[in-house]
Nanobody, 121 residues
Framework: QVQLVESGGGLVQPGGSLRLSCAAS????????MGWYRQAPGKQRELVAT???????NYADSVKGRFTISRDNANNTVYLQMNSLKPEDTAVYYC???????????????WGQGTQVTVSS
């Protein structure tokens, strides 16, 4: 099937930057939406940013102006550039993609395994 592999998480000081990457591989006919979600300890998973084929982009209010999502369609990869990081950005970040295996079947959601981002001095 389809797998999402994330990379780029780690420990960074407040005000610092990180860049997350997520590459999709497997039996892919098309990918409509790709995006990032995050889950902090004791909280529900929340949307960070998504990008849809055709160029539509959506950000959570808490990251607008600091995070930038981008996508390489040729390589089925999505990136999240995170600047001016704050301690409240600390969470496990998950990649998500809406994938179709063929034109005959409906799309379905795939999740990555998650990558830890910790913002602390």
């Amino acid at each position: 099937q389809v797998q999402l592999v994330e990379s780029g998480g780690g420990l960074v000081q407040p005000g610092g930057s990180l860049r997350l990457s997520c590459a999709a591989s497997g039996s892919i006919f098309s990918i409509n939406a790709m995006g990032w979600y995050r889950q902090a300890p004791g909280k529900q998973r929340e949307l960070v940013a998504t990008t849809i084929s055709g160029g539509s982009i959506n950000y959570a209010d808490s990251v607008k102006g600091r995070f930038t999502i981008s996508r390489d369609n040729a390589n089925n990869t999505v990136y999240l550039q995170m600047n001016s990081l704050k301690p409240e950005d600390t969470a496990v970040y998950y990649c998500n993609a809406e994938v179709r295996n063929s034109r005959w079947y409906p799309p379905y959601n795939v999740w990555g395994q998650g990558t830890q981002v910790t913002v602390s001095s």
